[in-house]
């Protein structure tokens, strides 16, 4: 039924750029390659629909899939967005024509359309497809390292300067390169970490798609360890398969094992000390804790059970969500939350200044550092991609954050 609803609502939108741009394509042969290009998307959309969860795993098909899921969307999403001019010329249009029909007002008008707007849809719609193309070509792999400093109160004068690698969103499913991930850890261990977190969406959803980068993952090395907690997308609950059942536990179980392998301390709703000499600091995990419908199995109360309270408190959860909605909602006691989750949306503007993305009208913290009295959060952009395979604007984020006493 979704995909149905899916590929009608695709059908619209092709119909409604076609009949807008149909006078500039007035040759017969470019109107058949127009719907030869869209009927041959709608058969790859029911392709991937019926064979996704039937096929093999692998590095490469995970890859095609990918690249495949992205061509469909960019070519959609810039047909969508090319439309909006010409339904504010159809808004227009109709008002004209209510105005001849109904109050017989003078028939002087130009019911055409505009061709500015279609001038323009044209343009946005080029524009955002060439832009989409060559993030695939050029922000996918484009590793990024965003140095931050962030000053805790409680932070001991002993460690000012601690580093902790924040990394997150890795979406191993569709990351696409084993190669590429190398050339991650190289960067990371080049980097010296005292600490390496990973705050959860090891896969898109099952544990497979994990398998053939564990090794790779279990060449980071930090002096205090590496920690990690589960993100929406590593319970296996968008493979339509219910919680409970004997193929869900084995899936979760399975993950839950890779991050071992890979040399990651999961911390499911748990804390852990760390220890350098006389001064510590506590290191709490959630699982994932969502605002909305995603899943909320992360549980801050049972985390921080019989934990000494005094020292200095980082979280790793997710889902921003859980600061605003949980951790300052009921005033926990926690100095920095660090999380991932938005990807920044993968587009965006992100320069010294500047920082825009679509996405933060659904989070208000989506990238960076953000601050309410004493309490801070991180926000990771995320390192892979999930639905559109590039980057715009905002790149695969290696944080290095700096730790430090006020
Ligand atoms: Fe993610
Ligand atoms: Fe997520």
């Not at 960067?187 to 053939?212: P, Q």
């Not at 549980?299 to 859980?322: K, R």
């Amino acid at each position: 039924m979704k995909l149905i609803v899916t590929i009608l609502i695709l059908l619209i939108v092709d119909y409604y750029f076609y009949s807008a741009i149909s006078t500039i394509l007035n040759n017969y042969i470019l109107k058949i390659i127009y719907w030869l290009i869209s009927f041959s998307f709608y058969l790859a959309i029911l392709y991937i629909f019926l064979n996704y969860y039937e096929q093999d795993y692998s590095v490469e098909s995970g890859n095609n899939l990918i690249i495949c899921t992205s061509l469909i969307l960019i070519i959609f999403v810039s047909k969508f967005l090319g439309i909006v001019p010409l339904i504010i010329d159809d808004i227009i249009r109709s008002f004209k024509l209510l105005n001849i029909f109904l109050f017989k007002i003078d028939t002087h008008y130009n019911v055409d359309r505009l061709k500015f707007l279609k001038q323009t849809a044209v343009i946005i719609s080029s524009l955002l497809f060439s832009t989409m193309l060559l993030g695939m070509k050029f922000g996918r792999y484009n590793f990024k390292k965003n140095f931050q400093d962030i000053y805790l109160k409680k932070w001991p004068k002993s460690l000012n300067g601690y580093k902790i690698i924040h990394i997150s969103d890795l979406h191993l499913g569709s990351f696409g390169s084993v190669e590429k991930l190398e050339e991650v850890v190289k960067i990371i261990n080049e980097e010296v970490a005292d600490l390496i977190v990973f705050t959860g969406d090891l896969v898109n959803n099952s544990f497979h798609e994990a398998t053939a980068y564990i090794n790779t993952l279990n060449k980071l090395i930090a002096k205090d360890g590496k920690f990690s907690v589960l993100g929406n997308h590593d319970y296996g609950d968008y493979r339509g398969i219910k919680r409970g059942t004997k193929v869900w536990e084995e899936n979760f179980q399975n993950l839950k094992n890779l991050e071992k392998d890979a040399g990651f301390q999961l911390l499911l709703n748990e804390t852990i000390t760390i220890n350098r000499s006389e001064d510590k600091f506590n290191l709490i995990g959630v699982e994932n804790w969502g605002a909305g419908n995603f899943n909320k199995d992360g549980d801050i109360d049972s985390a921080i059970t019989n934990i000494d309270q005094s020292l200095p408190n980082i979280l790793l959860s997710h889902d921003p969500s859980h600061w605003s909605q949980v951790i300052l909602k009921k005033n926990y006691n926690i100095d920095l939350q660090l999380s991932g989750h938005t990807h920044g949306m993968q587009f965006g503007v992100d320069i010294p200044g500047i920082k825009w993305s679509p996405v933060q009208y659904r989070y208000k913290q989506w990238a960076g550092l953000y601050r309410k009295d004493q309490k801070q959060i991180y926000v990771n952009r995320g390192l892979g991609s999930l639905g559109y395979a590039g980057r715009v604007g905002i790149m695969p984020d290696i944080s290095i954050l700096n730790i430090r006493s006020v």
